[in-house]
């Protein structure tokens, strides 16, 4: 019988390999990886949300009660007792107007830095995009902005405010404050990873960041020797964008301002995803 020759092995038939690189520069940016996982993103979206509600005594109550034991106490600091000019609208509108934006920027910078913490086990076990993590933490407090602006509604009918085609653009400006959330955010929650210092200092930054963001105060009575570094600042213009879009023109935000501050997020946010890209192959290790 004719002798059989074993033939080598096909790649196929062995078992190729695949090997994971993480990618660098703009090359990392893959937003088709990031589409196909897109199931993952709605779930842990949902996942936070729930959490965040859950075995807590308040529950949605709580939701209501920040936003309004906030701008009572605006109110009475910045519209009774250092009396800030305030256009003869009601001053907590005003208020309302700035917390509304700034809690959800809060609350989701929060979460978002430390969210790979807090998916250690997942992260270390599973393959997916880390990118995910961050970015669907960001919406955790969607809930809290939704009932936020619920509340404001009520508030803005009690005191006579009326109803125009301006608040359409609410969603644009929300769409502004996940923006800066989420450039903040990818760069926090890569630090955390390796200096846990980052937890200690975002409260901090939060905490401070609502007393120089016009929050409880309108944006022309900052200094014009100041203005320029504080409309840098992206949620200044976000903040009198829902001011405007709730109160009227006399708190138009200075257009070419807010330009500018969401170009300075654009880049945040690039060379944020590209730092997040190339280091999260040593998560799993290091987390």
């Known amino acids: 019988m004719p002798s059989t020759i074993a033939q080598p092995k096909t790649p196929a038939a062995a078992?190729?390999?695949r090997v994971l690189r993480a990618r660098h520069g703009m090359g990392?940016?893959?937003p088709a990886e990031l589409w196909r996982y897109r199931e993952l993103f709605l779930f842990l979206s949902w996942r936070d949300i729930l959490i965040r509600y859950k075995q807590t005594y308040l529950g949605i109550a709580w939701a209501v009660l920040q936003p309004l034991l906030t701008m009572m106490v605006f109110t009475v600091i910045f519209g009774r007792l250092a009396r800030f000019p305030g256009h003869g609208e009601p001053y907590a509108i005003i208020t309302m107007a700035g917390i509304v934006p700034w809690q959800f920027f809060s609350n989701a910078l929060s979460e978002s830095s430390n969210s790979l913490v807090a998916s250690a086990n997942m992260i270390s076990k599973v393959y997916f995009p880390r990118l995910i993590v961050p970015a669907s933490s960001v919406l955790s407090g969607v809930m809290d902005f939704l009932i936020a602006v619920l509340l404001t509604i009520i508030l803005m009918a009690i005191y006579h405010v009326p109803f125009t085609a301006r608040l359409s653009m609410?969603?644009?400006f929300f769409a502004a404050v996940c923006v800066v959330a989420m450039a903040a955010g990818?760069?926090?929650?890569?630090?955390?990873?390796k200096y846990r210092d980052v937890k200690y200092i975002v409260p901090f930054f939060t905490r401070l960041g609502a007393y120089?963001?016009?929050v409880g105060f309108l944006s022309e009575i900052v200094p014009a020797r100041w203005r320029f570094w504080y409309e840098l600042n992206p949620m200044a213009g976000i903040i009198d964008g829902f001011r405007w879009c709730i109160l009227g023109p006399a708190f138009k935000p200075a257009w070419p301002s807010f330009c500018a501050?969401?170009?300075v997020t654009a880049l945040l946010l690039l060379t944020g995803i590209v730092y997040f890209r190339s280091t999260e192959r040593s998560f799993a290790d290091v987390i």
Do not use: F, R
């Open 15 to 17: 078992g190729a390999e």
């Open 28 to 30: 990392a940016i893959n």
């Open 170 to 172: 609410l969603p644009l």
């Open 186 to 193: 990818v760069w926090l929650s890569a630090l955390n990873v």
């Open 212 to 214: 120089v963001s016009p």
């Open 261 to 263: 501050s969401m170009g």
